[in-house]
């Protein structure tokens, strides 16, 4: 009996996903995805650059002279995201029999109201809807009022909308939204020597003409106040990037009308956004990550110090490939490429004492011939989140990866113990290089490593089910390039998990 009918096979096409593709999928929910060995979590002594203050001048020269040059260099920013997780404590709380915040964090959020920056926007919402002020409806005990309008359709729908939309921050007589704080950061690192700068934000397709709106109002006005000129555009996660979901049996899971259901890949699809981009040099960061221009000196610092990094690293292996193409390399070069993988990218490969000459340059040619990355680390202050860890790879050798909680087996005692003892998290603060030493782009999507997905389960129609995260974007779908991680300092990684998270210094 065949598993596709008529209906199956056209939204297959519809969306660009092949029958080979599910089969693998479907193989992925029946097997699981193995866990990744890892050796150490990364350190300073173990996979951590720490740039000295000495230094960080020589670096931040580095990526000056490179935007001279006539590159392209991209901000990536994903923006898809809907805000509905940041107001969770507020949905709550209008579902609740409570009239009155009965929470610290509700409290919090009602005594601190008038400091949110979307704070004017809500009142005159109230006043047009309710007839009534803020200061009115609180003084009337109508709390769940104040928080429909700001959540629901009829007032300033912010539960439905993607942060990048949501007002961030106050200025005297303006106010922010998180992707007007990113053009502004994005002209500070990122402007060429014509002076343009290129932001690139993936979006849901229900929002892209809302963001397109608000480019079109901003615009013109960031580009007359900061002397640049801004390219920026849009991309929605590809449909040919859904998964299918299953049942409790791996079998497809077919909603009520007997439809296959589908799902998003997570933000490891957006691997195909990013190779979609022609670009040399690509900055990528969280939409929530952003901060008011009395704080962003030490963000941009440290943007141009990674960056600089990356394009010192890159020059070096260029030179490298040149060599070894050519074929003109000294025993001494050779044994200063060895070192350079081992010290600089931290590649080590317990085999390479035993490779012949003609093996040795093969393997050299392999490891440094890929995109290469430069991740800011912070030191771990307890966020959630993943981490920096030296991990085998599927040809023995041992080499950075960012990796989450759940690609550890936590049942390993030793395992366990090294991703406890990790003394640095993941901002998603990223700089990658992604053409080669012939100014070819990669190919991106050829350097995932496929059996790094992740299994959920979720429900739709009170149904269990569950779902497949493709490789995380800077976790398995970046498994096979050349990784090097910086410490950067806490300050430059202030995201909004929750609206209350605006209410903290350092989004005042």
């Not at 849009?234 to 497809?252: G, L, M, R, W, Y």
């Not at 991990?391 to 950075?400: C, E, G, L, Q, R």
């Not at 700089?431 to 350097?447: Q, S, W």
Request: hydrophobic fraction near 40%.
């Amino acid at each position: 009996m065949a598993m596709w009918d008529t209906k199956d096979l056209e939204l297959l096409h519809e969306k660009g996903i092949s029958e080979h593709q599910i089969r693998e999928q479907l193989y992925a929910f029946a097997k699981g995805f193995p866990y990744l060995d890892i050796v150490a979590s990364a350190s300073v002594e173990k996979g951590v650059m720490v740039v000295p203050k000495e230094t960080q001048a020589f670096y931040m020269e580095a990526w000056d002279e490179y935007l001279q040059q006539n590159k392209t260099i991209v901000k990536f920013v994903p923006a898809s995201g809907a805000a509905s997780r940041m107001f969770k404590d507020l949905y709550a709380f209008l579902s609740s029999e409570a009239n009155e915040p009965d929470t610290p964090f509700l409290k919090h959020f009602f005594d601190e109201l008038k400091h949110f920056a979307f704070y004017h926007l809500l009142n005159a919402k109230c006043m047009e809807n309710e007839g009534k002020s803020i200061a009115s409806l609180t003084a009337a005990g109508e709390y769940k009022t104040i928080i429909s309008n700001l959540l629901e359709p009829k007032g300033l729908d912010y539960g439905q909308l993607p942060k990048g939309l949501l007002l961030f921050h106050s200025y005297p007589g303006k106010t922010r939204t998180a992707m007007e704080e990113h053009l502004v950061e994005g002209a500070k690192y990122a402007k060429n020597n014509a002076g343009k700068v290129n932001i690139h934000f993936t979006v849901s397709a229900e929002h892209q003409a809302l963001f397109e709106a608000l480019v079109a109002e901003k615009k013109e006005m960031y580009e007359e106040k900061l002397s640049v000129n801004y390219d920026i555009s849009f991309s929605v996660q590809k449909p040919s990037t859904d998964t299918i979901a299953a049942d409790a049996e791996n079998k497809p899971f077919r909603d009520k009308d007997g439809l296959l259901v589908f799902r998003p890949g997570g933000h490891g699809a957006l691997i195909e956004n990013l190779n979609d981009i022609p670009a040399d040099i690509l900055f990528i960061k969280n939409i929530d990550n952003v901060v008011p221009d009395s704080f962003k000196f030490s963000t941009i610092i440290y943007k141009k110090i990674i960056a600089g990094v990356l394009v010192t690293l890159q020059k070096r292996i260029f030179h490298y490939l040149h060599l070894l193409e050519r074929g003109k390399y000294s025993h001494a070069q050779i044994e200063e490429m060895i070192h350079f993988l081992h010290d600089e990218l931290c590649i080590r490969n317990p085999e390479i004492k035993y490779l012949e000459d003609a093996e040795l340059v093969l393997y050299l040619k392999e490891k440094l011939h890929r995109p290469l990355r430069v991740c800011g680390m912070v030191r771990n202050a307890g966020e959630p989140g993943g981490g920096p860890f030296l991990t085998v790879n599927a040809d023995k050798t041992i080499s950075p990866q960012i990796l989450e909680s759940s690609q550890i087996d936590m049942c390993d005692p030793i395992k366990k113990s090294l991703f406890e003892k990790g003394t640095y998290f993941n901002p998603v603060d990223l700089v990658c290089a992604v053409t080669d030493h012939k100014g070819e782009k990669y190919n991106l999507p050829d350097y995932v490593d496929p059996h790094t997905g992740f299994i959920s389960s979720k429900s739709k129609d009170g149904r269990e089910l569950k779902a497949l995260e493709l490789p995380g974007l800077w976790n398995g779908a970046m498994s096979d390039w050349n990784t090097v991680f910086v410490e950067v300092p806490i300050e430059t990684f202030n995201p909004v998990k929750t609206v209350n998270d605006l209410l903290r210094a350092e989004h005042q």
